[in-house]
């Protein structure tokens, strides 16, 4: 399989060395794999910190910067980073008022992020965290114990990180970030493996005229194997799956992501496709993303993220932020 690398072995880090050149609104320490806002931690301000596997960008290092999170920690791919990752993390975001992990429920993840937060903790720093769990496909798979953690982590960062940025205290900001992971639900759907660098193989076999239903950002099984459907199909297959276990109706922000290899005519052919079921079942779109926000390398498929949103949580979202990934109203 063709990537454009150098070696296996060092892909995080000189990815890492390709942020810091980008960025230099970011601090990106090498060494330790912890990517913060240049400048430090904002005094009273409560800090936001998120991390996970590699190979998922731009999260969770795309979202670091005004509005969104203070700092991330990019583990090896698809690899939960370690505790002393997290830890350096969480000291150099603490500005005095606390700090938020948001966590994707993945076995890895949320053990280490706990045990990060106990070290925290022995330091004098209060650590809240908050574990994602809104996909609705599968209850357990080969990495979590419950749902796993998608597409209303993006959603949770930005408005969790623009409460945050107002002022509110910890307990109001984890809070948020709760009700959010509540209101939403994600599906997701794969037409092709992705190969991580370090296989050089797919992660699983899909025939041509196959699809996997409910695929998880790690290359998962999903519900099922099915036959190849036209996306009308598709969407329904899994907004009938989120409609299930969440009422639709009302305002609706929505996130139409790509996994990593799927263009961009159709992901918007997909939202479109989105917007019509949720429109025809008493919902109301009134904010959207789409483009690749969570991605699994360069697996080719979509998945969708609604949450059902109230006056202040549009409110939140609409807020400034400032970020390599995500940035308006500055």
């Known amino acids: 399989m ?9 892909v995080v880090t000189e990815a890492l060395e390709g942020v810091a050149a980008a960025h230099p609104s970011l601090s990106v320490d090498v060494e330790n ?22 190979g998922h960008e731009p999260l969770h290092g795309g979202f670091v910067g005004y509005g969104m999170l203070d700092a991330a920690c990019p583990g090896e791919v698809f690899t939960s ?27 890895g993840d949320v053990l280490n992020f706990k045990m990060a937060a106990e070290m925290a903790g022995d330091e004098g720093i209060e650590v809240v965290p908050v574990v994602i769990n809104d996909d609705v496909a599968v209850e357990d798979s080969l990495y979590t114990a419950g749902r796993r953690g998608t597409g209303a982590t993006v959603f949770v960062e930005k408005i969790a990180g623009a409460l945050a940025e107002q002022g509110a205290d910890l307990a109001a900001v984890a809070a948020a970030a709760r009700e959010v992971n509540e209101r939403s639900r994600s599906f997701g759907v794969a037409l092709s493996s992705c190969v991580v660098p370090a296989a050089g193989k797919p992660t699983f076999e899909l025939g041509e005229a196959e699809a996997e ?74 904010r959207n993303l789409v483009g690749n926000y969570i991605t699994s390398l360069e697996m080719q498929g979509f998945s969708v993220t609604v949450c059902q949103l109230s006056d202040t949580l549009t409110g939140l979202w609409d807020a400034p932020v400032d970020t390599p990934a995500l940035r308006w109203g500055r």
Not at 2 to 8: A, E, F, V
Not at 83 to 107: R, S
């Open 33 to 54: 794999k912890v990517i913060t806002r240049a400048g430090g931690p904002t005094p009273g301000k409560v800090g936001l910190v998120s991390g996970g596997g590699s």
């Open 213 to 286: 239903l409910g695929i998880g950002i790690h290359g998962e099984p999903g519900r099922t194997r099915a036959a190849l459907t036209p996306a009308r199909e598709l969407a329904a297959v899994a907004l009938d799956a989120i409609r299930a276990d969440l009422p639709v109706g009302g305002d609706l922000l929505v996130l139409v992501n790509g996994m990593g290899g799927t263009p961009l005519i159709e992901l918007y052919l997909m939202f479109n496709e989105v917007r019509k079921y949720l429109e025809g079942h008493g919902g109301h779109v009134v």
């Open 2 to 10: 063709k990537k454009l690398i150098n070696s296996p072995e060092t």
């Open 81 to 107: 980073p370690v505790p002393d990752q997290m830890l350096v993390a969480t000291q150099a975001v603490n500005g005095g008022a606390g700090v938020l992990h948001v966590v994707k429920n993945y076995t």
